[in-house]
């Protein structure tokens, strides 16, 4: 299964040095996701299992006032039985969203997603705004979907050290 880590430069930098990812939350194309979702092929759940973690990655960027403001995301792929699906029908929690349950080695990780060095301002004002606008704020809501509306690179597996350096 292919999941999608949400992650920041400085956890990029500690898991590198580990070897690994720890387990824990991450985004994928769940059959919740599938079912939400109602049409679309596994190339557009994939993108918004990337774009789901990708606004989790806001959320650690809000927690850590010291990292680089860039949204993150390590793309692995992981045994089955190693990302439990956590959303469902009746259920609060998002469609993508997955527990890991094991540590994801760093030979998983296919690819990593990361804004560009210019939109560190919008990150940084989506990064504040993410917690008023999940609270149900729209004018903090519209600054998240700045943010959000901007591409992220995409760096493959081999370059996660030179992205950690340069960011």
Same mark, same amino acid.
Request: include cysteine.
């Given at each position: 299964?292919?999941? !999608?880590?949400p992650?920041t430069l400085p956890?990029? =930098? =500690?898991?590198?040095?580990? %070897?690994?990812?720890?387990p824990?939350r991450?985004?994928? *194309?769940? #059959?919740a996701?599938?079912e939400? !979702? +109602?049409?679309?092929?596994d190339e557009?759940?994939?993108?918004? =299992?990337l774009l /789901?973690a *990708?606004?989790?990655?806001l959320?650690?960027?809000?927690?850590?006032? *010291?990292?680089?403001r860039?949204r993150?995301?390590?793309a692995?792929? +992981?045994p089955?039985?190693?990302a439990?699906?956590?959303?469902?029908?009746?259920?609060?929690? #998002? #469609?993508?969203?997955v527990?890991? %349950?094991?540590?994801?080695?760093?030979?998983a990780? +296919?690819s990593a997603?990361?804004?560009?060095?210019?939109?560190?301002e919008?990150?940084?004002?989506a990064?504040?705004?993410?917690?008023? =606008?999940?609270a149900g /704020?729209?004018? *903090?809501?519209?600054?998240v979907?700045?943010?959000?509306d901007?591409?992220l690179?995409? !760096?493959?597996a081999?370059? @996660?050290?030179d @992205? +950690?350096?340069?960011?």
């Amino acid at each position: 299964m292919r999941v !999608y880590v949400p992650a920041t430069l400085p956890l990029l =930098a =500690a898991w590198l040095e580990a %070897g690994e990812v720890p387990p824990g939350r991450a985004r994928a *194309a769940t #059959p919740a996701l599938r079912e939400w !979702y +109602v049409e679309g092929d596994d190339e557009e759940l994939e993108f918004s =299992a990337l774009l /789901d973690a *990708a606004t989790d990655s806001l959320a650690l960027l809000a927690e850590d006032a *010291a990292a680089p403001r860039r949204r993150l995301v390590l793309a692995a792929d +992981v045994p089955d039985g190693d990302a439990r699906a956590l959303g469902g029908p009746g259920d609060d929690e #998002p #469609p993508s969203a997955v527990a890991l %349950g094991a540590p994801v080695p760093l030979r998983a990780v +296919v690819s990593a997603h990361c804004d560009e060095a210019a939109a560190e301002e919008a990150v940084r004002a989506a990064a504040e705004a993410l917690p008023a =606008a999940r609270a149900g /704020d729209e004018d *903090a809501a519209f600054v998240v979907d700045g943010a959000e509306d901007g591409d992220l690179l995409w !760096y493959d597996a081999a370059e @996660l050290r030179d @992205l +950690v350096a340069g960011g």
